[in-house]
T-cell receptor, first 111, second 113 residues
Framework: KAGVTQTPRYLIKTRGQQVTLSCSPI?????VSWYQQTPGQGLQFLFE???????NKGNFPGRFSGRQFSNSRSEMNVSTLELGDSALYLC??????????FGAGTRLSVL | QKEVEQDPGPLSVPEGAIVSLNCTYS??????FMWYRQYSRKGPELLMY????GNKEDGRFTAQVDKSSKYISLFIRDSQPSDSATYLC?????????????FGKGTLLTVNP
């Protein structure tokens, strides 16, 4: 079974730009969660989608948004990028509770 | 008080040692307890998970959950240099509208040959 796939793996953007990250979950998984990982804050929850509906959202500004499509694939968008948005963005898929399986992440650098 | 506390280390041990990694938590609603291993510049890889209290063993790895003490542990027997990584504990409640994983900060482990 294929794992969680995230694209692109690396991104370099400048302040003020926007970015879209993509995630394809494990086949049959209807839940996709997004996390931001930084050295100082560790892994922080952004949001979770289940069957195209956002069920839960973390404490991030409205510049961070996401969506999920009918095939369970998900995208995350960050608008008006700031230097502090530089991080590893991780997507995880699950059946909707309990264990989550992570992708390799997208490393975003904001210059 | 943070919801999940984990000693960040770093922890350095010789090859063959028994390693003990621990986390404490404050949210009594947590039902699922997971350990992930993360190599540098990679995504977290699920190692072990336990539902509610008890022990679980998988090869050289043993996970323990003590819900009465709000304390979880991961033991690695006969540690190998390939075990060198950051180990993250994670927890979640039963799901639904509050579903998310809450992570510890991670413990950096180095196993020296």
């Amino acid at each position: 079974k294929a794992g969680v796939t995230q694209t692109p793996r690396y991104l370099i953007k400048t302040r003020g730009q926007q970015v879209t990250l993509s995630c394809s979950p494990i086949s049959g998984h209807r839940s996709v969660s997004w996390y931001q990982q930084t050295p100082g804050q560790g892994l922080q929850f952004l949001f979770e989608y289940f069957s195209e509906t956002q069920r839960n959202k973390g404490n991030f500004p409205g510049r961070f948004s996401g969506r999920q499509f009918s095939n369970s694939r998900s995208e995350m968008n960050v608008s008006t990028l700031e230097l502090g948005d530089s991080a590893l963005y991780l997507c995880a898929s699950s059946l909707g509770q309990g264990v989550q399986y992570f992708g390799a992440g997208t490393r975003l650098s904001v210059l | 008080q943070k919801e999940v506390e984990q000693d960040p280390g770093p922890l350095s041990v010789p090859e063959g040692a028994i390693v003990s990694l621990n986390c404490t938590y404050s949210n009594s609603a947590f039902q699922y307890f997971m350990w992930y291993r993360q190599y540098s510049r990679k995504g977290p890889e699920l190692l072990m998970y336990t539902y509610s209290s008890g022990n679980k063993e998988d090869g050289r790895f043993t996970a323990q959950v003590d819900k009465s003490s709000k304390y979880i542990s991961l033991f690695i027997r006969d540690s190998q240099p390939s075990d060198s990584a950051t180990y993250l504990c994670a927890m979640s409640d039963s799901g639904g509208s509050n579903y998310k994983l809450t992570f510890g900060k991670g413990t950096l482990l180095t196993v020296n040959p």
